[in-house]
């Protein structure tokens, strides 16, 4: 069973930055070489939405439009880890953020994040 956990979130001011972490465990396969890494956010209110995605074995990536420039998707050498970095915070990026591997049902139970106006 794999096991996706997020690690990293908290509460930062405006123009601030935070890196969560996904750290994924339970079987003896690089998780996020295999599948793709992704981070999704979740406002209350709001669809989950998809905030970027590392596909490793392709070395591309993919930001939302509201995040790019601002945030980094990235990956550990063992891939089994997947970062996001968040820059110049915003208190529209107020979410719980997950971790999610591409194309399975693999998701973390998120890490929260706020921003204040």
């Known amino acids: 069973q794999v096991q996706l956990v997020e690690s990293g979130g908290g509460l930062v001011q405006p123009g601030g930055a935070l890196r969560l972490s996904c750290a994924a465990s339970?079987?003896?396969?690089?998780?996020?070489?295999?599948?793709?890494g992704e981070w999704y956010r979740q406002a209350p209110g709001k669809q989950r939405e998809l905030v970027a995605r590392?596909?490793?074995?392709?070395?591309?990536?993919f930001y939302a439009d509201s995040v790019k420039g601002r945030f980094t998707i990235s990956t550990d050498n063992n891939m089994e880890t997947v970062y996001i970095q968040m820059n110049s915070l915003k208190p529209e990026d107020s979410a719980v953020y997950y971790c999610?591997?591409?194309?399975?049902?693999?998701w973390g139970r998120g890490t929260q994040v706020t921003v204040p106006a």
């Open positions: 999610h591997a591409r194309d399975t049902n693999w």
């Open positions: 590392i596909q490793w074995s392709e070395t591309t990536t």
């Open positions: 339970g079987i003896s396969l690089a998780v996020f070489s295999r599948y793709g």
